[in-house]
């Protein structure tokens, strides 16, 4: 397939919306990631004082949040066998609308905003993404996703 058959492929999907499994978001997950950043800040690890907070219990790390987004889109976006690899490029406008409490469940929904070529075999594709919490009117973010993709 070639690289504009691909951005065909894509463009095609114009407006839809890919929608991940849920992830559930437990203190065992927030406390490996805490360990890992070694960002050990109470909110994140201590039920005790957590309590205490306006949330009422611990909250995930905005930036756990923004790692699961990569499962929850290898779950949600289909992958062609011409797509050999993808880089992550960054994000745009990335806000944190609403914490995502300790055993909350989150899904991530990823909408093409935007694809172009950039050189003969890779793609610059930009998502429109949302990560939800189940239950919450509120999103846990938003932001404008941008990756390479390598054919």
């Not at 306006?54 to 909250?59: A, D, H, L, S, V």
């Not at 930036?63 to 994000?91: C, H, Q, R």
């Not at 899904?107 to 935007?114: A, E, K, P, T």
Request: aromatic share 10%.
């Amino acid at each position: 397939m070639t690289t504009q058959n691909i951005i065909k492929l894509f463009s095609d999907q114009n407006n839809k919306k890919w929608t991940s499994k849920w992830y559930k978001v437990d203190q065992e997950l927030i406390n490996s990631f805490a360990k890992v950043t070694q960002d050990n800040q109470f909110i994140h690890i201590d039920r005790d004082k957590a309590k205490k907070t306006k949330f009422g219990t611990t909250i995930a790390h905005g930036f756990l949040t923004i790692s699961l987004l990569s499962a929850m889109y290898y779950d949600a976006v289909p992958e062609t066998e011409e797509m050999k690899m993808g880089i992550n490029m960054g994000f745009d406008k990335l806000r944190f609308l609403a914490p995502v409490k300790c055993d909350d469940s989150i899904r991530g929904i990823f909408m093409l905003s935007n694809i172009s070529e950039k050189q003969p075999k890779t793609i610059k594709l930009t998502w429109a993404t949302k990560v939800e919490i189940e239950g919450n009117s509120k999103p846990a973010l938003i932001a404008n996703w941008i990756e390479q993709q390598y054919l």
